[in-house]
């Protein structure tokens, strides 16, 4: 677990506030992807990028907006969110997003509560 | 199409019995099969992974097998035990060019009962 991180591990937000939310993978990998695991939902796509460059925007609203500056780091800055937009948000990577099979690895989420 | 379906949603077993996980998909351009371990507090990992070449694949008390033909694949825990506990989950990619994107099913809660 130790090979991708995130930061914070809890937040809770009012539905007024930016917060951002980091991830970092020890892995040199050049891939990084962000989900959202809800209860009883399958965990859901929302951004790729590969080579720092977005390769996927699984229709996602633009209150949560990624940044990645290096293939090490990813960012989801988060304004204005919903109640529903409480969740369990989990940052993956991998070595690259060329070609399917290529294992993912998780960090360990953070949980997100907006009031 | 780009479903995954899984069953059971919560499955309870007693220490020493066999666990089994079932997943149906219908896109049959998928050809990556990887099963997810997750523990409270966790992120997922990955347990075991199969493509359509082969029936089935083993690994310590972890078996997928696989049937093309059905669409279907499945985990089997055997000699189940409490340490097992955990959410279970299947995934599927594939399908020339795709990204490496990995579809989820809903996650099964495993109870291994000591």
């Known amino acids: 677990e130790t090979g991708v991180t995130q930061t914070p591990r809890h937040l809770v937000m009012g539905m007024t506030n930016k917060k951002s939310l980091k991830c970092e993978q020890h892995?040199?990998?050049?891939?990084m992807y962000w989900y959202k695991q809800s209860a009883k939902k399958p965990l859901e796509l929302m951004f790729v990028?590969?080579?720092?460059?977005?390769?996927e925007n699984n229709s996602v609203p633009s209150r949560f907006s990624p940044e990645c500056p290096n293939s090490s780091h990813l960012f989801l800055h988060l304004h204005t969110l919903q109640p529903e937009d409480s969740a369990l948000y989990l940052c993956?990577?991998?070595?690259?997003?060329?070609?399917?099979?290529?294992?993912?690895?998780f960090g360990p989420g953070t949980r997100l509560t907006v009031l | 199409q780009q479903q995954v379906k899984q069953s059971p949603q919560s499955l309870i077993v007693q220490k020493g019995g066999i666990s089994i996980i079932n997943c149906a998909y219908e896109?049959?351009?998928?050809?990556?099969f990887p099963w997810y371990q997750q523990f409270p507090g966790k992120g997922p990992a990955l347990l075991i992974a199969?493509?359509?070449?082969?029936s089935e694949k083993k690994e310590g008390r972890f078996t997928i097998s696989f049937n093309k033909s059905a669409k279907q694949f499945s985990l089997h825990i055997m000699d189940s035990q409490p340490g097992d506990s955990a959410t279970y989950f299947c995934?599927?990619?594939?399908?020339?060019?795709?990204?490496?994107?990995?579809?989820f099913g809903t996650g099964t809660l495993l109870a291994v009962q000591p």
């Open positions: 993956a990577s991998s070595q690259d997003t060329l070609g399917g099979g290529d294992t993912q690895y």
């Open positions: 990028y590969n080579f720092k460059e977005q390769t």
């Open positions: 995934a599927a990619s594939g399908g020339g060019g795709a990204t490496n994107k990995l579809i």
């Open positions: 199969i493509r359509p070449d082969v």
């Open positions: 896109n049959t351009a998928f050809d990556y």
């Open positions: 892995l040199g990998h050049n891939a």
